[in-house]
Each structure stands twice: as structure tokens, then as C-alpha cells.
């Protein structure tokens, strides 16, 4: 009896888990291409990669005026948005068809509201780098790197990302993190011969 009890909490922990594992609109990492096209139309599916950029759903210029383009804006923000934020430009990989990474780019104020919600969806990251980044003008600004870690997955959330007024949200699977090393050390080996 005491070992069926134990499986049973067992189980009722690795659903637990699973419950709260990376997702974005409710697809999991090792979904398939076919469960993330579904969830999410506005996306544009070729070969390995799903994406999505926000000047091809919403363009600045539509026939209809202002309330046409307010409302495409609305069905864009909603089809897309993570956490809270608009996205400017995201990324999905698949690995063997399934659900390997993503990574998205926002406008800071919406990466300021996308760190909050994941803090409250998956609780305090498990590192948090608050060192502040310069220009190249040398002007310093705050910023944050916050990290969730699940299993063998992973979430970075950036205050600013490659841009100053830009945030951005990875999520990668083990096997895209090996994927990844894999290329790098192929491109190491590559500059190692270019000398």
C-alpha cells in the first residue's frame, strides 16, 4: 500500500511539472510543427522554422484607415502576444518535427511586462544578472538576464536585447541547446583552420 502511495505522488508531481513547463499559446517544447501551426496561424512555416514579424501582420498602411489597422493590430497582439507583450519578431525551430526553441524580440516597455509575468508564472529564476549595458557612446542603461531552468530546458529573459529598446524571451529544449553547441564547435573548428 505505501509503495502505491508513493507512485501516486509521484505521478501527481510529474503532472505538476509538466503543467508548468515552457510553452507559449498553451504548445509545449517536443510539440509538433502541425500543434504550433495550429495555435498559432500568424506565423509562416517553412522547412525547420515558424515566423512571425510584426510589419507582415500589421503593415503601417491599410485600405479601410485607422479602425481596419486598430483592429488588425488587436488580431496580431492576441495571435501572438507572449506573456503579456507584443512581439515585434519571433522564431520557432523544430528538430525531427518537433518543437525544439524559440526566440522573440518585443519593445522594452512590453520586455518589462513579459519579465514580470514569467516571475509570476514560474517563480523566482534560478539566476537573475542585473549588470547594466552602455552604448557605444558609452551611456549606461539597466537591464536584467533572468533564467529559468525545468528539466533539461531552459527560459532567458532579456531587458535589453541585441537592441537598447528591444527585449527578447529564448526557450530552448535540450536538444536545441546541443544542436547549438554542436554548430559552435563546427565553427571553431572552421576559424581554428583560418589562420
Not at 18 to 42: I, N, T, W
Request: charged share 25%.
Amino acid at each position: 500500500m505505501k509503495k502505491v502511495l508513493i507512485a501516486a505522488a509521484l505521478a501527481a508531481c510529474s503532472c505538476m511539472v509538466m503543467a508548468d513547463d515552457f510553452s507559449y499559446k498553451g504548445v509545449k517544447l517536443g510539440d509538433s510543427m502541425e500543434q504550433f501551426q495550429a495555435a498559432l496561424p500568424l506565423y509562416q512555416c517553412k522547412d525547420d522554422a515558424c515566423t512571425y514579424i510584426r510589419d507582415s501582420c500589421a503593415p503601417t498602411y491599410m485600405r479601410g484607415g485607422a479602425a481596419a489597422f486598430e483592429q488588425k493590430l488587436a488580431e496580431c497582439r492576441e495571435g501572438t502576444s507572449f506573456g503579456g507583450g507584443m512581439l515585434n519578431y519571433g522564431k520557432a525551430k523544430f528538430i525531427d518535427g518537433k518543437f525544439a526553441s524559440l526566440y522573440m524580440i518585443f519593445p522594452i516597455a512590453h520586455a518589462r511586462v513579459v519579465g514580470d509575468a514569467l516571475e509570476e508564472k514560474y517563480g523566482k529564476p534560478t539566476t537573475i544578472d542585473t549588470k547594466p549595458v552602455k552604448n557605444r557612446a558609452g551611456a549606461e542603461f539597466d537591464n536584467w538576464v533572468k533564467t529559468w531552468a525545468k528539466g533539461d530546458s531552459e527560459l532567458v529573459a532579456r531587458l535589453r536585447a541585441s537592441k537598447i529598446d528591444e527585449g527578447s524571451v529564448s526557450i530552448s529544449s535540450a536538444a536545441a541547446k546541443a544542436e547549438e553547441q554542436a554548430r559552435q564547435q563546427q565553427q571553431t573548428k572552421a576559424g581554428a583552420k583560418d589562420f
